[in-house]
């Protein structure tokens, strides 16, 4: 399978140690997923995405695009093709406007359901699916079921990306109950992602933050559990990154995200409350 790493922060960060330097850096982790890799960033609200085909650790443009990125919101992704040719074009995060998405997982015989998930694609995006991935379709599907929220160029927050993350995984699963469905979306501003039967663990503070005397961003959200609903920043990975961050393991159908105010919310795929962490009034 593959390995995914999704950062959302009110302020932009490095995430260099992330991708190469920590021992458990998701280009470390490349060399166990070697079919492609990319990275998304977010620069003046307008997505940049780079994607290869080779393995991150041994190509040179994972290494500068890794040193380079700073941003307040990031998505990354290692491959382990499961479904569709090694090609730049099969290479996560897919990109539509500014939404991207990045997929840990499989939908087993693909090829046999492949038309029925594409029949449930809006007609105006399907046009759009390059590839031959299953990720990809399940993107589109995705922005299908939130399209019908509002214009997909408009601000659709968790109480639309829940429900379209919630609407994508039973279709998906309704056609192919043992399909794994780790997925990680953003436009940018709202970030959330779904446990889909591979691993995914989040963290919003840090045992201690290395920068607590220098950040102008310092807040008590930074060093232990929100107690207002609002976090100053979400990590999304495969498995915890070494560092300082506390790192809490998802439970499948687990979805959490933040929305453009950095408000922390959870959420499941089988129930239809939101829950707010904390007092967010």
């Known amino acids: 399978m593959c390995r995914l790493l999704g950062f959302r922060s009110v302020i932009p960060s490095q ?9 458990n850096a998701l280009g470390v982790q490349s060399d166990r997923h070697p079919d492609g890799w990319g990275v998304a960033y977010y620069v003046d609200g307008a997505p940049h995405v780079t994607r290869s085909p080779r393995t991150a650790l041994g190509d040179q443009l ?34 539509h406007g500014k939404w991207v998405l990045a997929h840990n997982g499989d939908i087993p015989d693909f090829g046999a359901h492949r038309a029925a998930l594409l029949a449930e694609v809006a007609p105006r995006l399907r046009r759009y699916i390059l590839g ?15 399209s019908q929220h509002g214009p997909l160029s408009s601000r659709l927050g968790l109480d639309a990306v829940v429900p379209a993350l ?21 436009d940018g501003v709202t970030m959330a992602a779904v446990q889909g039967g591979k691993e995914l663990f989040w ?13 102008p961003s310092l807040a008590p959200e930074c060093e232990a559990p929100t107690r207002t609903g609002f976090v100053n920043h979400l990590l999304l990975s495969s498995e915890p990154l070494q560092g300082e961050n506390v790192w809490i393991p998802l439970e499948p159908g687990d979805i959490v995200g933040v929305d453009w105010r950095m408000r922390l919310q959870r959420a499941h795929v089988e129930r239809t409350f939101l829950e707010v962490f904390g007092d967010a009034s």
Do not use: I, M
């Not at 995430?15 to 021992?23: E, G, I």
């Not at 380079?68 to 290692?78: D, I, L, N, Q």
């Open 15 to 23: 995430v260099h140690r992330s991708l190469v330097a920590a021992d």
């Open 62 to 95: 994972f290494h500068r695009v890794s040193g380079v990125v700073a941003s307040e919101t990031v998505v990354a992704h290692v491959r382990k093709a499961t479904q569709g040719e090694l090609s730049v074009l099969n290479c996560h995060p897919f990109q």
């Open 132 to 146: 031959d991935t299953d990720s990809e379709v399940v993107f589109f599907l995705f922005l299908s079921y939130l």
């Open 166 to 186: 919630r609407e994508t995984f039973r279709f998906v699963r309704d056609r192919q109950p043992e399909s794994l469905l780790t997925l990680l979306v953003t």
């Open 203 to 215: 963290s919003s503070y840090k045992n201690q933050c290395a920068d607590r005397d220098a950040c």
